[in-house]
């Protein structure tokens, strides 16, 4: 069984003023939605279980590891982490070398099966940086995810995608479920969370600066409202 344990943890980038403190929590496998509003931490936090950036307190162990203190081809191998701007982690010149890129770094084989699900072959000898914002987050996410990893953290996969990356994604998570891994996602929007199935949600409570973790059927509006996030049908005071 893969876990992700968070002790006595305080995230953000200012020791005097974190974004989210005091966090215990046990992720095991499954499907997890982190919803919060904007700046509440959302990314750091994904940051921090990825070891992308260190803790200001306490600790974080993924299967058992510290994430921060191993090197970054062996954090590959554990967690699939994808960037909310797919731009922001593409390095090399055409799309089938970025699909390559951490396989070759890792010496983890890419699962094709996945890769091909996500991204067509027309796309292959294309530049990732000339891709359209969907294309883009197809290409982000199969470059990842594509070594198959135990631990995926999505950061906002379901931007940019249109009615076909949606659905495709939803099959892509379904897998996920079945091989028992954990997936944390972030979104804004939990009507489109509500597409797979997850089993918990994570909700940021900016002002408290904590975090709240719940079954996924008991989310309410009214949590949402007060938290500042989307719910799943907007409501009056949305559109008024």
Same mark, same amino acid.
């Given at each position: 069984?893969? /876990? *992700?344990?968070?002790?006595?943890?305080? *995230?953000?980038?200012?020791?005097?003023?974190?974004?989210?403190?005091?966090?215990?929590?046990? %992720?095991?496998?499954?499907?997890?939605?982190?919803?919060?509003?904007? =700046? #509440?931490?959302?990314?750091?936090?994904?940051?921090?279980? +990825?070891?992308?950036?260190?803790? %200001?307190?306490?600790?974080?162990?993924?299967? =058992?590891?510290?994430?921060?203190? %191993?090197?970054?081809?062996?954090? +590959?191998?554990?967690?699939?982490?994808?960037?909310?701007?797919?731009?922001?982690?593409?390095? /090399?010149?055409?799309?089938?070398?970025?699909? $390559?890129?951490?396989?070759?770094?890792?010496? @983890? /084989?890419?699962?094709?099966?996945?890769?091909?699900? $996500?991204?067509?072959?027309?796309?292959? /000898?294309? #530049?990732?940086?000339?891709?359209? =914002? =969907?294309?883009?987050?197809?290409?982000?996410?199969? #470059?990842? *995810?594509?070594?198959?990893?135990?631990?995926?953290? $999505?950061?906002?996969?379901?931007?940019?995608?249109? &009615?076909?990356?949606?659905? @495709? &994604?939803?099959? *892509?998570?379904?897998?996920?479920?079945?091989?028992?891994?954990?997936?944390?996602?972030?979104?804004?929007?939990?009507?489109?969370?509500?597409?797979?199935?997850?089993?918990?949600?994570?909700?940021?409570?900016?002002?408290?600066?904590?975090?709240?973790?719940?079954?996924?059927?008991? $989310?309410?509006?009214?949590?949402? @409202?007060?938290?500042? @996030?989307?719910?799943?049908?907007?409501?009056?005071?949305?559109?008024?």
């Amino acid at each position: 069984m893969n /876990e *992700i344990l968070a002790t006595d943890l305080a *995230i953000g980038y200012d020791e005097n003023s974190p974004l989210l403190k005091n966090l215990n929590f046990r %992720l095991t496998d499954g499907v997890y939605v982190l919803l919060g509003a904007n =700046g #509440s931490g959302k990314s750091t936090l994904l940051k921090t279980i +990825a070891g992308l950036i260190p803790p %200001l307190h306490g600790e974080v162990y993924v299967n =058992g590891f510290k994430p921060h203190f %191993l090197r970054r081809k062996d954090v +590959a191998k554990l967690i699939g982490y994808v960037w909310q701007n797919p731009f922001h982690g593409f390095v /090399e010149p055409t799309v089938e070398r970025e699909i $390559l890129f951490i396989s070759k770094q890792t010496g @983890v /084989e890419v699962n094709w099966k996945l890769v091909h699900k $996500l991204v067509p072959p027309e796309l292959f /000898e294309r #530049s990732p940086f000339t891709l359209s =914002g =969907g294309e883009a987050k197809r290409v982000s996410l199969a #470059s990842v *995810i594509g070594l198959d990893q135990p631990i995926w953290l $999505l950061d906002e996969p379901f931007n940019e995608l249109d &009615f076909t990356g949606v659905k @495709v &994604f939803t099959g *892509i998570v379904n897998y996920a479920r079945t091989k028992g891994k954990i997936v944390v996602i972030t979104t804004h929007y939990p009507g489109l969370a509500d597409l797979v199935k997850p089993d918990y949600y994570l909700l940021i409570n900016r002002q408290r600066g904590i975090l709240v973790m719940d079954k996924w059927s008991n $989310l309410s509006d009214e949590d949402l @409202v007060k938290n500042e @996030v989307i719910t799943r049908v907007l409501r009056p005071e949305f559109t008024s």
